[in-house]
């Protein structure tokens, strides 16, 4: 029974794969060279968001799971080493933290809104004694 249904889920995967291509190919070949680059460019909104979204859910997900690490430690510290629930924790405040360190690296890297400082005011002038 279970070789039959990981056939079948293969055929299936390979299947939705095909078509999907199908339907990619078929949107690429009716657009010139400008068209397609304008809509992966508009589609990289979408991937930060896909990847943002992801980030919150997977940094909350292993929060709640470096909890209850934190209470099996707790309950039975033999079993469970307290580095465990440590690295869950670290883990979680990465995913959590990474979509404010795209933005503020993507800020850094691809803007020129940045200007040059100059010297204003008054210059140090030593008092002759």
Do not use: R
């Not at 039959?4 to 299936?12: D, E, Q, R, V, Y």
């Not at 909890?67 to 080493?81: W, Y």
């Not at 924790?89 to 503020?104: E, K």
Request: hydrophobic share 50%; aromatic share 8%.
């Amino acid at each position: 029974m279970k070789k039959c249904f990981t056939l079948n889920s293969k055929l299936m995967l390979k299947l939705a794969f095909l078509i999907t291509a199908m339907f990619a190919c078929e949107a690429a070949l009716a657009q010139d060279l400008a068209g397609i680059s304008s809509t992966v460019y508009k589609n990289f909104a979408s991937l930060s968001k896909l990847i943002t979204a992801g980030s919150y859910v997977c940094g909350l997900g292993f929060a709640v799971a470096s909890i209850m690490k934190f209470k099996a430690h707790k309950d039975n510290p033999t079993q469970v080493p307290v580095g465990t629930p440590v690295a869950l924790v670290m883990v979680a405040a990465s995913l959590l933290f990474l979509p404010s360190i795209l933005g503020v690296t993507g800020n850094s890297i691809f803007t020129d809104g940045g200007t040059v400082s100059t010297s204003t005011g008054t210059a140090w002038e030593p008092v002759a004694g």
